[in-house]
């Protein structure tokens, strides 16, 4: 039970209603561990994955999958130019790019998502509440998030008021 409450209480997540959209920031605190930090070293392309999906509560039945994104944060460090090539992408498309040789650059990059649109209110219904789950998981394997598992899963409830 402390282990599973630790990981909630480490991922902190963020939704608001912005304009017509739903949007999502999220940050991984304590994700950026020693063996991440040496598996970037070391040369091996180190991606976090997170799998957000926003959802309604039905109480009594299986909740419903209002939207899901993939976001993968990638850091490819070449140990020669001594430089990190960050990339962001959702589902599949870059988003984002950049070179950095500032370590907290790479580490805000790694740990956090910011603004992340998820769907147009349309799709929301102003008497049901919803809440956004994000499951957070390292590559390589090897590497591990808050020295004890290579995947963190939280949520945050919101009520949608139009």
Known sequence: MGAV?????????????????????????????????????????????????????????????????????SDHYDSLTRLHNLSRMVDGRIQEAIVTGDEAVVRQWLMSIKALPLCKTTALDPTREYYVRISARVRPPGASLLGWTNAVTSQAKFTFIP
Not at 9 to 18: D, E, F, G, H, N
Not at 21 to 34: F, M, N, R
């Open 5 to 73: 409450a630790r990981a909630a209480a480490t991922l902190r997540i963020v939704p608001i209603v912005r304009d017509d959209s739903v949007v999502v920031s999220a940050e991984l605190a304590d994700g950026y561990t020693d063996e991440v930090r040496d598996a970037i070293a070391s040369g091996l392309r180190t991606s976090f994955v997170y799998d957000v999906e926003l959802r309604m509560d039905v109480p009594a039945w299986v909740d419903r999958t209002i939207a899901a994104v993939t976001v993968t944060i």
